[in-house]
C-alpha cells in the first residue's frame, strides 16, 4: 500500500523543551488514524506539524512521496478541522467553504457548484449565506467539516473536532465523520484525548505520551496487548486495574499482594522474587463460584448503571470490576474474586512494560 | 424603594453629576454667545441674553481660522497615516507571539510612550535642524507625533488582535493562503473596528498637539489651531468671547466625534491601558 | 533573493518586516533624540551652536550649574506638589464617580463615557477655558465661591503665586478625573459578583465588603492607576502654556515646562538637555512601575 503520511525520527523542540522525540509513523492512503494521549503529550504538536503550522526541528516529513519539512502550509495540501472550528466570522458559510478555492483562482461558479455539492452531502444546503454567529454548535462543526470536503485534500487533519459538542451528538458525529472518511476514501488523522474516539473510529491508534510514541497498532491489538502498563490503564473504561505482585521461588506462580493464599499460575521467563505488576480488565474478574479458589476482599461501593453494576473493592490498590446484571452485594460484605490466566496481563514493576507470557 | 424609583433617582444624580463635571464646556459655549459687557457682568448670566452668533464668523475671518484648522487636519491626517501604517503591523506580531523578544518590544514601547513631549522636543528640534528637517516644519511636527504616540496606538491595537483568534490565521495558512495573504484576508478585517477606534483617538490627540509645533514651526501660515489659539491668548486679554468662540469651532467637531463614537472609544481605550 | 521573499510571504520574514520597519523608525526618532539628549546635557549649546556637530563639552557643568540656580529647588518642589497634588485629585474623584456608576442603572454607562470629553479635548482648550473660568474679577469659579460663602474677596489664581500652581492643578484634576475614573470602572466590573454575594452570606456589611473585597481586588488596577496619573501628569504642558505661562515669578513653573522654557525662550539648549534627562530618568521610573502593576496582563 502506498503511504500518503511517513514521518521519520521527527524530533521537534521549543528552546529546551522537548515537544516531540524520534517520532516514526506512516499513515497509508485511506487509513484512518487517531493521535491519542493525555493533554500535553505532543499530540496537537504532531498534528500541526504535519499541517505546517509549527516547523519540525529534525527528522522527515513525507506527503505523497514529497519531502515537506520546510513547506509553508499552504503548499502541503492538507486541510484540517479545528478545535474552535476556525470559521471566519465574517463570511457567510458559502464563502468559508469557497474560501480555499477562491485563493486558488477557482472561477465563481465553479466555487458555487463545489460548495453545493459539499452542503447537500453535510446537509448544509439551507444554511449558505448564513454568518457563523447564526449557526449551532453542530451546524458550526459541519461548515468547518465541510470546508476541509471541498478541497479534496491529501489528507484531513482533526484536531479535536467534538470536544465542542454535547455528549449525544458527539456519538452522532462520530459515525458521521467515519462514514464520510469512507465514502471520500479519504486519509484522514485525528487528534483526540478521547480513547473512546479513538478505539471506535480509528483503524489505527497511535498513543503519545511527553512527546513519545508508546504503541501505535489496530485498536483491538492495542487492548488486548497494550506495551506497557500506560497504555493498559489508557485504553479502556473502566480502566484496567493494577495490582502488585511477586514471582514465586519455582518461577512458575505469581504471588499477589491481595488477602488469600491464592497465586496465579503464570509461566513467565523471570527470576524468583522479580516483582511484577499484574493487570486485569474490570470485565475479566468475576466473582468465584462456589468451592474455586480465588481472593477474599471486602467492598467498598456499588455503583448501579442500570444495565450493569460496577463494584470497588476495598483493598490497596483497589479492585473495580463489572457485574451485567442487578446485584445484591452489600458494602462491607466479603467476596471471592478469580480471574483466568489468559486474561492477565503482567508488566514489570520498575520498568512499567510488558513481560511476555509464554504461550 | 422599588427597582425603577431606585434607578430614575440614581439616574437623576447621575445627570447633575455630569453637568456639574461637563460645567466648563458649557461656560465655554454660553461665553462664546455673549456680548463683550455681558462677559463681564456681575453677577455673570448663565444663559446669554442676546446670542452674539456673528461673533464666530468675525473671529473665524480675523483669526485665519480655516487657515490654522486646515494645518491641524494636515498634520493629525499625516501622523495617523504615518502610525497606522508602521504601527498596525507591529502590533499585529507583539499580539500574535509570546516569547521574550515580544516582552523586550512591549517593555521598550512601552517606555517610549511615556516620554514627555516637552522633554523630548529639545533634542528632536537640534537634531532636525541639523538634519535640515525644519525646512519642512509640518513634516518635522507630523514625524515627532508619529515616534511620540506611535507606541500608544501599538498597544490598543495589540489588543484588538489579541481578540482576533490565532485558528482563524492558521485557518487560512491551511486554506492555502501566505502570511502575506492570512493578515490582509482575515486578520486585519477582523481588526478592523479596532485599528479605526485607535486611529481616531490617535488623530483627536494629533489634532490638538502643541508642544511639537509651538517649538518647530515658526512660520504662521503653517501653524495649526493649537498655536493659533496661544497666540490669541495674550497675558492681559480681555477677548474671552471670542477666545471661546475660537475654541468652540476648534473643539466641536471633536467633541462630534467623540460622542458619535463613545462607546467603541471608551472600550477601545479601557482594553489598551488595561490589558 | 527568492528565499528572502519567500520568507516574507510566508515565514519569518514577515513578521521581521512588520517589527522592523516600525522599530527603525522609532529608534531613529525617540531613541537617537533620548541618547543625543544626554550627549547634550554635557555641552554648551546654544543658538550659535545649535548647527554644528562639534560643540565645547562641559563635562558635569551644566548639571551643577542647574542646582546652583535659585530657581532649581522651587520648580522641583513645585513639580511634586503638582504630581501629588493632580494625582490625589484625579483619583479621589474618580474613584467615587466609578463607584457611583458602578450601581448599573439605565443609561449609567452612556453617561459615564461622556464624562471623557474633559480626557479628549485638546489640552489647550481645556486650558483656555480655564484661565477663563479662574480669572480674578470676573471668573465663574470666584463668583460661585462668593455665593457659597467660602470666600469673601476674590482670588487672583493666576496671579497670586500662592495659587497659582493650583490653578493648573485644579484644571488638570478636571482633565484627568474622567480616565481615571473610566478605568477604575473597568478594573470594579472585572470583580466577579459571586465574591460580594459570598461576603454577604458571610455576614459582611457594604462598608466591610469595600475594604476587604474591592480595594484588594482592585489592588493591581490601582497601581497601573496611579502610574499612569504619574505618567501623564509629568507630560502635562499645555496647561501651563495656556492658563499661568509658569508665572508668576516661576511660582507655577514645574520641571517638564521649564525644560522647554530654558530651550525655547532662553535658548539654552544645553541646560534644557540636562533638565529633561533627570526627568526622563523620574518617568522612566514610572514607567517601570506601571508595567510591574500590568505586567501579568502584559504576558496575558
Redesign the interface.
Known amino acids: 500500500m502506498t503511504q500518503q503520511i511517513e514521518l521519520s525520527g521527527v524530533n521537534k523542540y521549543y528552546g529546551a523543551y522537548h515537544a516531540l522525540r524520534d517520532i516514526n509513523l506512516s499513515i497509508p492512503k485511506g487509513a484512518f488514524v487517531a493521535l491519542v494521549g493525555p493533554s500535553g503529550c505532543g499530540k496537537s504538536t504532531l498534528l500541526r506539524s504535519l499541517a505546517g503550522l509549527e516547523t519540525i526541528s529534525s527528522g522527515d516529513l513525507v506527503i505523497a512521496g514529497e519531502r515537506m519539512n520546510d513547506m509553508p502550509p499552504r503548499k502541503r495540501d492538507l486541510a484540517m478541522v479545528f478545535q474552535s472550528y476556525a470559521l471566519y466570522p465574517h463570511m457567510t458559510v458559502e464563502q468559508n467553504l469557497t474560501y480555499s478555492l477562491r485563493i486558488k483562482g477557482v472561477k465563481k461558479a465553479e466555487a458555487k457548484k463545489a460548495a453545493d455539492e459539499v452542503a447537500a452531502i453535510t446537509g448544509l444546503s439551507d444554511l449558505l449565506h448564513r454568518y457563523p454567529r447564526e449557526l449551532s454548535g453542530g451546524q458550526r462543526q459541519r461548515v468547518a467539516m465541510s470546508r476541509a470536503i471541498i478541497r479534496h485534500p491529501k489528507a484531513f487533519l482533526f484536531d479535536e473536532p467534538l470536544s465542542n459538542l454535547d455528549a449525544a451528538l458527539r456519538v452522532h458525529m462520530r459515525k458521521e465523520i467515519r462514514a464520510l472518511h469512507d465514502r471520500l476514501g479519504a486519509t484522514s488523522v485525528y487528534v483526540t484525548h478521547d480513547q473512546v474516539e479513538a478505539m471506535t473510529m480509528a483503524d489505527h491508534v497511535v498513543i503519545m505520551r511527553s512527546g513519545v510514541i508508546e504503541q501505535q497498532g489496530r485498536p483491538l491489538d492495542l487492548y488486548d496487548r497494550p506495551a506497557n502498563r500506560f497504555v493498559a490503564g489508557f485504553i479502556g473504561s473502566p480502566a484496567m486495574n493494577f495490582i502488585p505482585g511477586k514471582v514465586t521461588r519455582n518461577g512458575r506462580e505469581i504471588v499477589l499482594d491481595l488477602p488469600g493464599s491464592h497465586s496465579l499460575a503464570i509461566d513467565l521467563d523471570l527470576p524468583p522474587d522479580h516483582a511484577v505488576l499484574v493487570g486485569i480488565r474490570p470485565e475479566h474478574v468475576r466473582i468465584a463460584t462456589q468451592g474455586e479458589r480465588g481472593f477474599d476482599v471486602p467492598i467498598a461501593a456499588v455503583e448501579f448503571t442500570g444495565a450493569s453494576t460496577f463494584v470497588t473493592t476495598d483493598t490497596m490498590p483497589e479492585i473495580v470490576f463489572v457485574l451485567n446484571e442487578r446485584s445484591s452485594l452489600k458494602i462491607g460484605e466479603t467476596i471471592r474474586l478469580t480471574f483466568a490466566p489468559e486474561n492477565v496481563h503482567v508488566f514489570d514493576a520498575k520498568t512499567e512494560q510488558r513481560l511476555g507470557l509464554k504461550d | 424603594m422599588s427597582e425603577t424609583a ?2 430614575r433617582l ?2 437623576a ?3 447633575i ?2 453637568a456639574i ?2 460645567f ?2 458649557y ?2 459655549y454660553v ?1 462664546s454667545l455673549k456680548s463683550g459687557s455681558e ?2 457682568a ?3 448670566s448663565f444663559w446669554p441674553s442676546s446670542a452674539q452668533w456673528q461673533t464666530f464668523a468675525f473671529v473665524w475671518e480675523s483669526r485665519n481660522m480655516s487657515r490654522y484648522l486646515w494645518n491641524s487636519t494636515v498634520i493629525a491626517f499625516g501622523s495617523v497615516a504615518l502610525i497606522a501604517v ?2 498596525t ?2 502590533a ?3 499580539a ?3 516569547n521574550v523578544w515580544v ?1 523586550v ?23 532636525f ?2 538634519v535640515g528637517l525644519l525646512d519642512y516644519p509640518r513634516l518635522a511636527v507630523i ?2 507625533i ?3 504616540s ?2 500608544f496606538f ?1 498597544v490598543l491595537v495589540r489588543a484588538t488582535f ?1 481578540a482576533v ?1 490565532m ?2 490565521e ?12 492570512a ?1 490582509f484576508n ?1 486578520v486585519l ?2 481588526a478592523r473596528n479596532g485599528i479605526l477606534v485607535s486611529a481616531i ?1 490617535i488623530f ?1 490627540q494629533a ?5 511639537y509645533s ?2 518647530m514651526i515658526q512660520d504662521v501660515s503653517l501653524q495649526p ?2 498655536v493659533g ?2 497666540s490669541f ?1 495674550g ?1 492681559n486679554t480681555s477677548e ?1 468671547n471670542n ?2 468662540a475660537y ?1 468652540t469651532m ?2 466641536t467637531p ?2 462630534a466625534i ?2 458619535l463614537l ?2 467603541r ?2 472600550s477601545g ?2 482594553s489598551g ?3 | 533573493m527568492r528565499r528572502i521573499f519567500a520568507s516574507v510571504r510566508d515565514g519569518r520574514g514577515f513578521d521581521i518586516v512588520l517589527v522592523g520597519v516600525p522599530f527603525a523608525f522609532l529608534f531613529a526618532l525617540a531613541g537617537l533624540p533620548l541618547i543625543y539628549n544626554i550627549l547634550m546635557s554635557f555641552q554648551e549649546v546654544d543658538m550659535f551652536s545649535l548647527g554644528s556637530f562639534i560643540r565645547p563639552f562641559v563635562g558635569i557643568d551644566n548639571y551643577v550649574a542647574l542646582f546652583k540656580q535659585p530657581e532649581t529647588w522651587p520648580i522641583l518642589t513645585n513639580t511634586l506638589i503638582f504630581v501629588v497634588g493632580s494625582i490625589g485629585g484625579q483619583f479621589l474623584i474618580g474613584f467615587g464617580l466609578a463607584l457611583f456608576f458602578w450601581t448599573n442603572f439605565p443609561g449609567a454607562s452612556w453617561l459615564r463615557g461622556l464624562f471623557l470629553v474633559s480626557w479628549v479635548m485638546p489640552g489647550l482648550v481645556v486650558g483656555a477655558i480655564w484661565n477663563w473660568i479662574l480669572s480674578g474679577d470676573f471668573g465663574v469659579l470666584n463668583f460661585f465661591l462668593r455665593e457659597s460663602g467660602l470666600i469673601t474677596a476674590n482670588i487672583f489664581w493666576r496671579s497670586d503665586p500662592s495659587f497659582s500652581l493650583w490653578a493648573v492643578v485644579i484644571a488638570n484634576v478636571w482633565l484627568g478625573t474622567s480616565f481615571n475614573m473610566i478605568l477604575l470602572s473597568v478594573g470594579l466590573s472585572d470583580i466577579p459578583g459571586d465574591l460580594y454575594e459570598a461576603a454577604d452570606m458571610d455576614g459582611a456589611n457594604a462598608w466591610q465588603r469595600f475594604w476587604t473585597i474591592t480595594l484588594p481586588m482592585m489592588r493591581s488596577t490601582i497601581g497601573a492607576i496611579i502610574a499612569l496619573g504619574l505618567i501623564f501628569t509629568l507630560q502635562q504642558f499645555d496647561l501651563f502654556a495656556a492658563i499661568t505661562d509658569g508665572g508668576p515669578n516661576n511660582s507655577s513653573n514645574v520641571a517638564q515646562y521649564w525644560a522647554w522654557d530654558l530651550s525655547f525662550r532662553q535658548y539654552d539648549f544645553g541646560r534644557g538637555a540636562t533638565i529633561s534627562v533627570i526627568m526622563t530618568v523620574f518617568v522612566m521610573f514610572a514607567a517601570a512601575v506601571y508595567v510591574r502593576s500590568t505586567r501579568h496582563e502584559v504576558r496575558g
Open positions: 431606585r434607578n440614581m439616574l444624580i447621575a445627570l453629576m455630569a463635571y461637563l466648563p464646556l461656560w465655554m461665553t462677559m463681564f456681575n453677577p455673570p508602521l504601527g503591523g507591529c499585529y506580531v507583539l500574535r507571539y509570546r516582552d518590544g512591549l517593555f521598550l514601547i512601552l517606555m517610549l510612550q511615556v516620554l514627555p513631549a516637552s522633554l523630548m522636543v529639545t533634542p528632536i528640534f537640534v537634531g535642524t541639523q514625524l515627532a508619529a515616534a511620540k506611535m507606541p501599538m489579541m483568534p485558528e482563524l492558521e485557518a487560512a495558512l491551511v486554506d492555502g493562503n501566505s502570511r502575506v495573504g493578515f482575515i478585517p477582523l483617538l483627536m489634532f490638538g498637539e502643541f508642544v509651538k517649538s489651531a493649537s489659539l496661544n491668548m497675558p474671552w477666545i471661546m475654541a476648534y473643539v471633536i467633541l467623540f460622542v463613545q462607546r472609544i471608551v481605550l479601557t491601558a488595561l490589558k
